[in-house]
């Protein structure tokens, strides 16, 4: 079965064609970070615009790179939500279009279903059940996952999403969008234990998560440098802000592992990315004995690729979707 998987949830037009024995045959993703640099963040109205202009020859570059052309192709899968409205709207109208035409079935996928099996991307895949830990520019949730289809919630930020608060970081200093790259870079010359940022535990064995008070601090501590008339340590500061972000992650993901009896952990989503984090788990999970699988950093970010493993196990469970699917900017059940 050849899957053509479509993501159109953000700031990324991405079209990925896969086997159903999980071998990727293309992967495009077109970002369009330089487009909302200019505003410090992504614009809804011109991501819709963007991802209009851009749909078609991703696509068609997908085909081209996977050497095969659209009557090759088993089945549609697109992004559903959660999402831009707007944009989300440009991938489910190009797949019901091509349904139509060339009566390929079709599914709409969840954005975090995609997160979360993003790791059978990796050369090293985990075995179910796992915890999975999902960061992203608009989730940080941690999630007991039964099956590819089977996704319990455990927990979830109650305010800004860990990508959403290294984003804000990084406008405050003054620092390109997205921001976690901008400042994981930057935390590399610095020194984490330089200021010591509050971590938000919550209540005990709550596995939830907040980071707005964390923003708050940081932006107090610049503010008062500032008034001061003292240069800013940016690299500490950078570092420091990211170790109380990776603390906090790490340590509530670790702690899920341990008390659903899970041996496997899991980290997505776009901070997954981040080199300190990656590490910082890798010790942990080591210490407490549990097995760490994470997606290769390029399909941490968002991905088509992650859209047509999701497609592929609702499909085989639940089969097509009918074209009066729409699509929704938060999740019914995966928030
Ligand atoms: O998964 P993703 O591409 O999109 C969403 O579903 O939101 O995640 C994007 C988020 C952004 O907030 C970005 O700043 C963050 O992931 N991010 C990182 C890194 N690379 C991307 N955060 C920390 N360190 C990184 N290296
Ligand atoms: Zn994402």
Known sequence: MLILGIESSCDETAAAI??????????????QIAVHAEYGGVVPEIASRKHLENIYPVVSKALADARVC?????LLAVTVGPGLVGSLLVGLNFVKALTLIKKIPFVGVDHMAGHLLSVFLSKEPPQFPFVALIASGGHSS????????????MGRTRDDAAGEAFDKVAKLLGLPYPGGPAIGKLAESGDAGAIAFP???????????SFSGLKTSVANHIHQLRADNTPLPVADIC???????????????????V???????????GVAANSRLRHAMR??????????AMPPVSFCTDNAAMICLAAFHHYRLHGSDALDLDVYSRSPHLM
Do not use: P
């Open 18 to 31: 896969m086997r159903d024995d999980n071998r990727l045959l293309a992967n495009v993703v077109d970002s």
């Open 70 to 74: 659209l009557d090759d192709i088993d």
């Open 142 to 153: 941690i999630f007991h996952v039964v099956n590819h289809t089977d996704f319990r919630l």
């Open 199 to 209: 971590r938000s535990w919550l209540a005990k064995g709550s596995y939830d998560f």
């Open 239 to 257: 570092a420091s802000f990211q170790e109380a972000v990776v603390d906090v992650l790490s340590a509530k993901t670790i702690q899920a592992g």
């Open 259 to 269: 008390d659903t009896g899970c041996r496997n952990i899991v980290v997505a989503g």
């Open 283 to 292: 010790d942990a999970s080591d210490k407490a004995g549990l097995s760490l």
